[in-house]
């Protein structure tokens, strides 16, 4: 049995063990981390490290497609991360860490959606594509995490 045969979780197994997965990575680089008791707002959880406050939203994806986020639940500030795990078959997961202030600058990969006149709900959203992962590995949770303090 393969470790990390992703298509054994079911979509909410999988959407948990990221949560943890990251509240793991977080906790590595010396962040306290605190779980949310309710998710109503968008928020996973919060992480604080030299007072320093941060709302987390964690999304998991298992193939590159789009990823949004709801405009009412997600509005950018400089406190809000988005941390994007990617399950590739047999791979361990990808982690990325986006600020959400990134989205105010959107380019092929962070878009901005409102569907004007439409039934959809205004979402921020990610273009994951083979084409666009060059412009997310600006993003790498290392290097972001590093960047933050």
Do not use: C
């Not at 991360?81 to 590739?88: E, P």
């Amino acid at each position: 049995m393969n470790r990390y045969d992703w298509s054994r979780l079911t979509h909410l197994q999988l959407g948990r063990y990221a949560e943890y997965f990251v509240k793991m990575e977080f906790t590595l680089f010396g962040f306290d981390v605190y779980s949310a008791e309710v998710d109503d707002k968008g928020i996973d959880f919060v992480i604080r490290r030299d007072e320093r406050y941060y709302d987390v939203q964690v999304k998991s994806v298992r193939k590159l497609n789009s990823v949004f986020f709801p405009k009412s639940k997600s509005d950018l500030h400089d406190n809000l991360l988005a941390a994007v795990t990617i399950f590739q078959p047999f791979q361990p997961p990808e982690l990325y860490l986006i600020p959400a202030v990134a989205w105010y600058v959107p380019d092929a990969l962070l878009v901005s959606r409102d569907y004007a006149g439409k039934q959809s709900a205004p979402e921020w959203g990610l273009n994951l594509s083979q084409k666009n992962m060059v412009l997310l590995e600006r993003f790498a949770f290392d290097q972001t995490v590093n960047d933050l303090f």
